[in-house]
């Protein structure tokens, strides 16, 4: 039998094709940078310097997307940002600084091409172009920024993907100028930006990923502009530092020790608090999840940590799978989104959009769902558990509007990756989900949003 194609409504076919052509777009980019260089390093410097620029790549993006792991943004808009920075940004700056460097040995004499090309020029053109992507996601995808991390992992990837076109050019450059020997070229430029600075690019542009961060998490908008100027401009300063430091001999070591390590080590400390910031955000918002009856109670201590969901992870996967730890990952993911969007709707951050807040809610019910229903987990009879429905729970009520979205009856849903109901046994990495009343108040309504009809005080029925 053959299955009826599945027809995409106008909208969805919209939604798929501009994402794929313009990940198309920056492909193509990428190989028209590198189809320029190989006019001067040749077809044999481009597949060396290509092999050569794979090695340090992988590492510095692990450790971008190692930074992320509350709340991994979306591997297309990842991809995006890589491909951003290895073609778009790539193409343009190698358009504008060859130009700069001929005009320079016009104007100022011979010579002086390379020095404002490097000086001047690069510092200017790289940066704008690759902080113009952070730029871009904050207007058009502000939901994406939660905040400086955010920042700093986007322009780590921007950074990267523009450093591997680069190191392409200069491992080929080394590979074709040395001749009968080229291995000790290549080996020192590896060292040198491979081994010594394959963060130099990543670490520039997340100057600017940090004033977007900022502008991202603040309710004025002058203050979010300045931040990012600010941000571009100390990236253009430090990349400048960096390129003059290259051409001094021996005293590039000076600016390697004195600046550029002390800086490495203060962006992994800022990134280390900002983390613990997102923990305590979580920490703050799971009681009253658990209050509105969207996550269970015995959950709230380990979505609360690292360490908490790395052993319910664990737990699950060893007692049901590796399916069924994969669904309690996206359901973590989604619970941190969720409450990521409603930190920063409080500190008014971002503008009051209930639909927002209602898709990562439905968000979070799907994914629960799909983690209590996931291949290899137990089902105990009966039909599992849907989204939260009934009156509301007894006990302690803010005054105000309630947060849209039913409220569940009776015990709270069972735990992502466990049967429903109550399994037997201790459960691995946390108590028996409760059947008692909720604790804590439910969390404040949402921004924007229209308090729902009915009763609002006092016992569920109104009374």
């Known amino acids: 039998m053959i299955a009826t194609p599945v027809r995409l409504a106008p909208h969805q076919r919209r939604t798929l094709v501009w994402p794929v052509l313009g990940l198309i777009v920056l492909g193509v980019c990428a190989l028209a940078a590198i189809g320029l260089a190989s006019t001067e390093i040749g077809a044999g410097g481009v597949i060396v310097g290509a092999l050569c620029a ?35 940004a790539a193409l343009v700056a190698l358009v504008i600084n060859s130009s700069a460097v001929i005009a320079a040995e016009l104007l100022l004499g011979q010579g002086q091409g390379d020095l404002v090309g490097a000086v001047v020029s690069a510092p200017l053109v790289e940066e704008f172009v690759k902080g113009a992507f952070l730029v871009g996601l904050l207007l058009l995808r502000r939901r994406e920024f939660d905040g400086i ?59 600017t990923g940090i004033g977007v961060g900022i502008a991202a998490t603040v309710r004025s908008r002058a203050v979010g502009a300045v931040a990012i100027l600010l941000g571009y401009v100390l990236a253009v300063i430090l990349h400048a530092l960096w390129n003059s430091a290259t051409q001094l001999g021996p005293g590039f070591f000076g600016v390697y020790i004195l600046i550029m390590l002390p800086l490495f080590v203060a962006i992994l400390g800022l990134v280390l608090w900002q983390r613990r910031r997102e923990r305590d955000v979580l920490a703050a918002q799971m009681p009253g999840f658990a209050a509105a009856g969207w996550i269970a109670e ?71 769902l799909a983690a ?62 409760p059947s008692g009343p909720p604790f804590g108040a439910p969390p404040q309504p949402y921004p924007g949003q229209q308090p729902p009809g009915g009763p609002r005080h006092g016992r569920p029925d109104g009374r």
Do not use: C
């Open 372 to 433: 209590v229903t996931a291949p290899g987990v137990p089902q105990h009879g009966g039909p599992p558990p849907g989204p939260p429905s009934g009156p509301m729970h007894a006990g302690p009520m803010p005054s105000g509007p309630m947060p849209s979205g039913p409220m569940p009856s009776g015990p709270v849903p069972p735990r992502p990756g466990y049967a429903p109901g109550p399994p037997s046994g201790p459960v691995p990495g946390g108590p028996h989900p």
């Open 298 to 368: 015995s959950e709230v201590p380990l979505l609360g940590s690292m360490a908490g969901r790395r052993r319910w992870r664990t737990a699950v996967r060893r007692t049901a799978g590796k399916p069924a730890a994969e669904a309690v990952v996206h359901y973590q993911h989604a619970v941190s989104e969720l409450a990521f969007l409603r930190a920063r709707a409080d500190r008014g951050a971002i503008p009051p959009k209930p639909e927002w807040h209602d898709e990562l809610l439905d968000n979070v019910r799907r994914t629960r």
């Open 149 to 207: 991390v955010d920042g700093i992992v986007y322009a780590g990837f921007v950074g990267a993907g523009f450093a591997f076109t680069e190191n392409i050019i200069y491992f080929g450059r080394a590979f074709t100028e040395a001749g009968a020997t080229p291995t000790a070229g290549i080996v020192a430029t590896f060292i040198l930006r491979g081994l010594l600075s394959p963060f130099a690019h990543p670490l520039f542009t997340s100057m």
């Open 54 to 88: 794979m090695l340090p790549v992988g590492p510095v993006l692990l450790a971008f997307a190692w930074i992320d792991r509350w709340e991994p943004e979306p591997p297309r808009l990842l991809l995006t940002a890589f491909l951003w920075g290895a073609g778009l």
